[in-house]
């Protein structure tokens, strides 16, 4: 793996708390410790967000709705991403990412094939399969099964719709590794329910949470949102009346009633980008 083409992060903050996880040599010299909290009696959820520093997530604009249009195509982004799906049991994504990235997978290899090795011993050492599963949530069932996420034998997918769009994607044939489960509910799916139909399914101990704006909202809105971890771009992509362009959490008014206030456990760089990790605990104001 050459470094020489990605410069180690610089670790500016870092908290301490918890287990470390095994890292390869190359993949501790390029990120340093990660360290994770023990398990408690449901999955460690953490979402992963690039954004601008004017607080874009997505410009929202035919051509350009990919992640690395915000990200700049950023190689440490995408490692960092990388290293997120390498230590979880599940990644939970949204129907619109896979409609936006219809090649995508949300495999640790797949972001950031360079440390591909590493992130396949850091699976094996914490005793997890090679692959994550892909949790796709889809409320309205538009799901194109032919794409190559749901074509892949040796990645588990999990899709959670509705009952009537989960009769219809059954119908259709679903691939060998692929499994459909409904939740009963109107409108958007409230978080409980997905983490309830992930549990009935999955054996997890963390989550990843790569879902849009609206699905991150309510998790942030249950309480279910442990970390945060937010690469900071430096750019700004600006706002006006003719584009919505989202920030990370849309749909649900948190502050001024129920603010979600985090603690910064860990501050890295590289070179002009930043980046963030946050730490909630719903149970107390973090302000206090």
Known sequence: MPLQRLKPLQTLIEIRDGNPLPLPAELQAFYGDLYFPVPGPRPHIFSNFVSTLDGVISLNEPGFLSPSEISGGS???????GLLR???????????????????????DFIYPPFAADYREIRQALGKPPHPVNVIVTAGGRIDLTLPLFQREDIPVLIITTPEAAGRLSAAGLPPAVQVRAIDAVGWFPAASIMQAVANEISAERILLEGGPHMTAEFFAAGLVDELFLTLAPQLAGRDSQVYRPGLVEGRRLAPHSPRWGRLVSLKAAGDYLFLRYRYDHKRDQRA
């Open 86 to 108: 390498a230590v979880c049991d599940v990644v939970i994504a949204g129907a619109a990412a896979v409609r936006s990235s219809p090649g995508h997978i949300w495999t640790a």
């Open 75 to 81: 190689l440490h982004d995408r490692a960092v991403m």
